[in-house]
């Protein structure tokens, strides 16, 4: 069991940045892939970035690259996202995930990859 708690989220001009972080409890989160996810006003809910048990791998959407970075502390049991560059396109809720055990890193992209969900955090950019 994984319980995922994501904070940093706020309001933020267009170009600014924000500093997501996830803070988990239970001990396989250092063995698991992480992902980050965003849920914007009527869409559904879209890949954003993940990265490997060790932090060694990670991955991107096309449409943060370049201006995302996500991370790990295994010794704090958290993942973060920076994210730079904000549009207003980034407004979403952001929702960090606990990719089941065993999964390929070729599936991270998938939302049916992941076991644990944290309950989201809103980022709003204003232009």
């Known amino acids: 069991q994984v319980q995922l708690v994501e904070s940093g989220g706020g309001l933020v001009q267009a170009g600014g940045s924000l500093r997501l972080s996830c803070s988990a409890s239970g001990r396989t989160f250092s063995t698991r892939g992480m992902g980050w996810f965003r849920r914007a006003p009527g869409r559904e809910r879209d890949f954003v970035a993940a990265i490997s048990w060790n932090g060694g791998s990670t991955y991107y959407h096309d449409s943060v690259k370049g201006r995302f970075t996500i991370s790990r502390d295994n010794a704090k049991n958290t993942v973060y996202l920076q994210m730079n560059n904000l549009r207003p396109e980034d407004t979403a809720v952001y929702y960090c995930?606990?990719?089941?055990?065993?999964?390929?890193?070729?599936?991270?992209?998938?939302?049916?990859?992941?076991?644990?969900w944290g309950q989201g955090t809103q980022v709003t950019v204003s232009s």
């Open positions: 995930a606990a990719v089941k055990l065993g999964t390929a890193s070729d599936y991270y992209t998938k939302i049916t990859s992941y076991a644990y």
